[in-house]
């Protein structure tokens, strides 16, 4: 069963005197264990999408079900709050505090249970993604792109969601962090059974997700293209 879907999602943007269809009818489902990557040229509509299943915008016409429920009667904020996690291309995170206390910002806010050591919890899910005790107590600034990107990574994972919501994550990374940060989304996906959406402009990146979702701006739908083994 899907975690994730979109029934008829339909979204417009005022063009001038009309309005431009971004979304025409969108029909598409998401399942946990699976990465998926949404690919489509610039202004293709990639991020606004992503913004309408993560209940930052809210559709014209149509719905977004999480386990069959509509996100709007579940509450868009509860939904943001309890269900998924989103990682942005600039992480996002707060720069004054460390990597453990941007994870427990999240961990204090999410109404999802929690173990009461959430300060060890922080830890050790930061250590999951690499980032080890030291790098973990130390203040955002000081750390690379790419480790905080591991950083937002944690944050996202650390409330127990199983829907991961990235929007080009690897957009101000390396070739080489950008790989192994595209390896953690893979093993989140394959190992701890998440549902991975992520937004990206390379194909060699695409090509290596489970479930490839092109948007078309002549339909303004996506064309699905299955990329398992069977
Ligand atoms: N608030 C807005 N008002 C009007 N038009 C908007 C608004 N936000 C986005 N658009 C337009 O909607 C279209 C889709 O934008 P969106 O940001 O979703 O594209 P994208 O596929 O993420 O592009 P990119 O790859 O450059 O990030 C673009 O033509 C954009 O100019
Ligand atoms: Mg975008």
């Given at each position: 069963?899907?975690?994730?879907?979109?029934?008829?999602?339909?979204?417009?943007?005022?063009?001038?005197?009309?309005?431009?269809?971004?979304?025409?009818?969108?029909?598409?489902?998401?399942?946990?264990?699976?990465?998926?990557?949404?690919?489509?040229?610039?202004?293709?509509?990639?991020?606004?999408?992503l913004s309408l299943i993560s209940a930052l915008d809210k559709p014209e016409k149509g719905d977004i079900l999480y386990n069959g429920e509509s996100i709007k009667k579940i509450g868009y904020e509860k939904f943001r709050r309890n269900h998924i996690g989103i990682v942005f291309q600039s992480y996002n995170l707060i720069p004054y505090m460390n990597g453990v206390e941007n994870v427990m910002v999240a961990m204090s806010i999410t109404e999802n249970e929690m173990t009461k050591d959430i300060k060890r919890q922080a830890l050790t899910i930061l250590e999951s993604v690499g980032i080890d005790g030291s790098k973990a107590t130390r203040r955002i600034n000081r750390l690379s792109g790419g480790e905080q990107q591991r950083v937002a990574i944690a944050r996202a994972i650390s409330t127990n969601v199983d829907v991961i919501i990235a929007d080009e994550p690897t957009g101000n990374l390396d070739g080489k962090t950008s790989d192994t940060i595209i390896e953690l989304f893979k093993e989140l996906a394959h190992e701890r059974n998440k549902c991975v959406i992520m937004v990206t402009h390379a194909q060699k990146v695409a090509d290596q997700s489970d479930i490839i979702l092109k948007l078309n701006t002549d339909t303004q739908n996506f064309e699905v293209i299955n990329n398992e083994v069977v």
């Open positions: 069963m899907s975690i994730l879907e979109t029934k008829n999602l339909f979204f417009t943007y005022p063009d001038g005197d009309s309005r431009k269809v971004i979304l025409n009818e969108v029909n598409v489902s998401f399942e946990k264990g699976k990465f998926y990557t949404i690919l489509g040229e610039s202004g293709s509509g990639k991020t606004t999408f």
